[in-house]
T-cell receptor, first 113, second 113 residues
Framework: QKEVEQDPGPLSVPEGAIVSLNCTYS??????FMWYRQYSRKGPELLMY????GNKEDGRFTAQVDKSSKYISLFIRDSQPSDSATYLC?????????????FGKGTTLSVSS | DGGITQSPKYLFRKEGQNVTLSCEQN?????MYWYRQDPGQGLRLIYY???????QKGDIAEGYSVSREKKESFPLTVTSAQKNPTAFYLC????????????FGDGTRLSIL
């Protein structure tokens, strides 16, 4: 079983839809959870960062962590064509520099106008 | 503007040739990282460095080498021993303490001639 599982999609939605992106993981030691957005031929950019369980909201984006189920989610409200990108979940066991991030394979999202 | 600069954007390697990918950051980050991204594979860690003159192997270090002579620079050499070098290479950096999230450059795409 891989440490982090993420459905690669592709996921296609109409503009304005609510999008749900998910990752599951097997290592219960993960404490720090991140979502990155990656446009084609670009590097990933950090969208959301959460520690331990709970929700975090930033504008149209909400990140959820359920450590009991080893499941994290990213919700995008009122999706826009500019949200079309690959979304990568990432997690780590600690927050020191040099700690490796373990990435999911990424979900490709397409939002049509 | 602070950020990470990777060069070149595209690079071609001949059989038996070593090539070096450049990564420079002006974020004053202590830690730097190299990842390889293949289609459908997510990001995999090659090498990382927490401080100048020190670096550690990641999950897929074979066929690669790095140096860290300056805080702002972390070049990656893809040697002839790396038999499947075609990939998108991403450099990242992070602060020495606090959150472990990493900031990425826009990558170098390496192909075999």
């Amino acid at each position: 079983q891989k440490e982090v599982e993420q459905d690669p999609g592709p996921l296609s939605v109409p503009e304005g839809a609510i999008v749900s992106l998910n990752c599951t993981y097997s290592n219960s030691a993960f404490q720090y959870f991140m979502w990155y957005r990656q446009y084609s031929r670009k590097g990933p950019e950090l969208l959301m960062y959460t520690y331990s369980s709970g929700n975090k909201e930033d504008g149209r984006f909400t990140a959820q962590v359920d450590k009991s189920s080893k499941y994290i989610s990213l919700f995008i409200r009122d999706s826009q064509p500019s949200d079309s990108a690959t979304y990568l979940c990432a997690m780590s066991v600690a927050n020191q520099a040099g700690t490796a991030l373990i990435f999911g394979k990424g979900t490709t999202l397409s939002v049509s106008s | 503007d602070g950020g990470i600069t990777q060069s070149p954007k595209y690079l071609f390697r001949k059989e038996g040739q070593n090539v070096t990918l450049s990564c420079e950051q002006n974020l004053n980050h202590d830690a730097m990282y190299w990842y390889r991204q293949d289609p459908g594979q997510g990001l995999r860690l090659i090498y990382y460095s927490q401080i100048v003159n020190d670096f550690q192997k990641g999950d897929i270090a074979e066929g690669y080498s790095v140096s860290r002579e300056k805080k702002e620079s972390f070049p990656l050499t893809v040697t002839s021993a790396q038999k499947n070098p075609t990939a998108f290479y991403l450099c990242a950096s992070s602060i020495s303490s606090g959150i472990g999230s990493q900031h990425f450059g826009d990558g170098t795409r390496l192909s075999i001639l």
